[in-house]
């Protein structure tokens, strides 16, 4: 994979007296770096009294940062090197998790266990009527209101054990 040819520019002062702008640099037909050469109104022209700059962004606004005279470290530098902002943004970005996003197409708890419900109808009739109990206890413990929503710590909360051999009429017996 090549790596990225990054962005130079050559400033020099003109035969009059005056700052040139920031002219980009050239690369030749291998993407080196040709020392003190850049594009100057369209053409290109050597300025060896040249330095060089890059574009970077400092506090959230762009600024041109100089890289120098000597062309081999101004392009280990631009390759290289990154702004101090550059890089705390980036790690920032890596240790904050992105917040989920709740929107109106979420899918809803009792719209869920509904569906869920319907589906596992074609099991044994004790089995479903195990799920659906588990199920509405589930539901009544849980604040919850999207599937998105529930945590682990959820589940490890409204944890439902009942005996060895219990059937599902004993338990809603006991609840009424």
């Known amino acids: 994979m090549?790596?990225?040819?990054?962005?130079?520019?050559?400033?020099?002062?003109?035969?009059?007296g005056k700052q040139s702008s920031y002219c980009r640099a050239i690369y030749d037909g291998k993407s080196r770096l040709r020392p003190f050469w850049c594009l100057v109104r369209g053409t290109e022209e050597h300025h060896p009294e040249a330095t060089y700059h890059q574009r970077t962004k400092r506090n959230g606004k762009e600024a041109w940062e100089s890289l120098g005279t000597d062309p081999a470290a101004a392009l280990d530098k631009a390759?290289?090197?990154?702004?101090?902002?550059?890089?705390?943004?980036?790690?920032?970005?890596?240790r904050t998790p992105p917040e989920p996003?709740?929107?109106?197409d979420s899918y809803r708890m009792d719209a869920e266990v509904k569906t869920y419900l319907s589906n596992v109808e074609k099991l044994a009739?004790?089995?479903?009527?195990?799920?659906?109990?588990?199920?509405?206890?589930?539901?009544?413990?849980?604040?919850?209101?999207f599937v998105h929503q529930v945590t682990k710590q959820d589940l490890q909360a409204s944890c439902?054990?009942?005996?060895a051999g219990t059937t599902v009429h004993q338990v809603e017996a006991a609840r009424a």
């Not at 199920?135 to 209101?145: D, K, M, N, P, V």
């Open 2 to 16: 090549r790596k990225p040819i990054p962005s130079l520019y050559l400033r020099f002062r003109q035969p009059d």
């Open 79 to 94: 390759t290289v090197g990154k702004s101090v902002d550059t890089c705390t943004q980036e790690l920032a970005a890596q």
């Open 101 to 104: 996003v709740v929107t109106t």
């Open 125 to 145: 009739p004790k089995t479903h009527a195990a799920y659906k109990l588990t199920l509405a206890l589930f539901l009544q413990s849980c604040s919850r209101i």
């Open 160 to 163: 439902i054990t009942f005996p």
